[in-house]
């Protein structure tokens, strides 16, 4: 037990959860396991501690001990456990934090029961029991503190980053094209993650649509967000809010980041119980909209060799970017190949969910990315192109474990090869 003192705290943590929602997920499973064969992990592992249901099952046993009357009375019978439990805890964290929040069995369910988000009550109780992952609340305490002393670093950061100006000036052939960086009155914030890879092709690609834009002094990613903390999560996205209100930004363009896309645009709000007062974009949309206004050209077909496309789970499934990503390939791609299943089917890759930052999951994370391995292969291509961070590292991984000798791409980087600009010539 890690604590009888500690139970009222850890069942105070379940009570605010327990909402309409919630109970919804609980009593509505059919046990039907039809999320067994949704589950890219389970389907490689076959542990039932991967399987959908069973993830939910141990949020609902603590329901059962502590609110259901007959659970409360006959706890055993009613398979009830203990909140405090730590054996229960053990799997608890097996579970939510191995999971990718792919939501692929959501997707499959007859009852649409969203087992990420049950999840993320697990994560709850995990962190309020000292239990949730250390390495994803180290990261998610350096976001907090980056965003608390800004100002220490701030002018380091704009020489470093105005040394990339050349580079964007040799690409575009302007001499003029710039890197703006906190600039009052941009009508785009970009935000980026860590790394000029994030930032070059999107500073090319705004440049030539010729945008009023500046760059986020903060990195797109959300460790809270993935930790599960929801009060952490808040407090990392809010430092890009707060930045977006003092330039006095009319849109906020979240990189190739799914997660991050997802937090600013439909968690923030309920969080923080504000409404932005600025639009939010992910960079995919961005791009599209350049395309169709004619803000950016793209050789036709400029891409000669086979090339596929993997849909990221949080940005095809969970934020609806299907079409757009597609309509891009379709353009530069001379032999786009798609992947068998795709768009709302697609497997996941099996990074997700900070995975890839967690080096407890390493080894399962690259067990349980067969599937996605098989899909490339089957495509034959010798490219691909995925718009998330996360995803292309596992991707990485793979290529390097399995030997695929894979070209893996951002989209921007797949848009900004394919331009009419002097430094593609």
């Given at each position: 037990?890690?604590?009888s ?32 064969d ?8 076959k ?8 993830r939910?099952?141990?949020i609902r ?39 990718t929040g ?23 109780i995990l ?6 992952c ?8 350096a ?16 020489d ?20 703006p ?11 980026a993650l860590?790394?000029i890879?994030?930032?070059?092709p ?9 945008k ?14 993935f930790?599960g ?19 006095k930004?009319?849109?906020v ?10 937090v ?10 504000e ?14 909209n ?16 086979p ?20 309509k ?6 001379a ?27 390493e080894?399962?994370r ?19 192109v995925?718009?998330?961070?996360n995803?292309r ?8 474990k ?13 848009v ?8 593609n010539?």
């Amino acid at each position: 037990m890690v604590g009888s003192e500690n139970r009222e705290a850890l069942k105070k943590v379940l009570k605010s959860k327990v909402n309409r929602q919630l109970l919804y997920y609980l009593d509505l499973c059919a046990r039907c396991s039809i999320c067994k064969d949704a589950c890219h992990q389970y389907n490689v592992t076959k542990d039932v501690l991967y399987l959908p249901a069973y993830r939910a099952e141990l949020i609902r046993r603590i329901y059962k001990k502590y609110y259901s009357p007959i659970g409360r009375i006959f706890p055993k019978f009613y398979e009830g456990k203990d909140i405090d439990d730590e054996k229960l805890l053990d799997e608890l964290y097996t579970t939510a934090y191995a999971c990718t929040g792919c939501r692929r069995c959501m997707y499959f369910c007859p009852f649409s029961i969203d087992t990420t988000w049950i999840l993320g009550v697990a994560k709850e109780i995990l962190n309020a029991a000292g239990r949730g992952c250390s390495i994803l609340e180290e990261l998610a305490n350096a976001s907090i503190e980056k965003g608390k002393s800004i100002d220490l670093y701030k002018d380091i950061m704009i020489d470093v980053l105005k040394d990339t100006e050349k580079e964007i000036q040799e690409k575009t052939g302007d001499k003029n094209a710039s890197l703006p960086i906190d600039k009052e009155g941009a009508d785009i914030l970009y935000v980026a993650l860590a790394g000029i890879h994030t930032i070059m092709p999107a500073a090319i690609i705004f440049h030539e649509a010729k945008k009023n834009w500046t760059l986020s002094l903060f990195e797109a990613a959300n460790y809270g967000y993935f930790l599960g903390d929801s009060n952490k999560a808040r407090q990392i996205a809010a430092r890009i809010v707060n930045e977006a209100k003092a330039l006095k930004v009319k849109e906020v363009i979240i990189t190739e980041c799914g997660h991050a896309y997802r937090v600013m645009n439909f968690l923030y709000e309920a969080w923080a119980k504000e409404k932005l007062p600025f639009k939010v974009t992910g960079i995919i949309e961005a791009i599209s909209n350049y395309v169709d206004n004619g803000d950016i050209k793209l050789n036709k077909g400029s891409f000669k060799e086979p090339i596929t496309y993997h849909d990221p789970c949080q940005v095809g499934r969970n934020a609806g970017f299907f079409d757009e990503p597609r309509k891009i390939m379709n353009i530069v791609a001379a032999d786009f190949r798609e992947m068998t299943p795709r768009r709302e089917k697609n497997w996941c890759c099996g990074g997700g969910g900070g995975l890839v930052a967690n080096p407890d999951f390493e080894d399962f994370r690259l067990k349980t990315g067969k599937l996605k391995i098989d899909q490339i292969k089957e495509t034959g291509a010798h490219s691909i192109v995925s718009p998330c961070e996360n995803c292309r590292l596992q991707l990485d991984n793979l290529n390097q474990k399995y030997d695929l000798e894979l070209e893996i791409k951002s989209l921007m980087d797949f848009v900004v090869d394919a331009m009419p600009l002097p430094g593609n010539l």
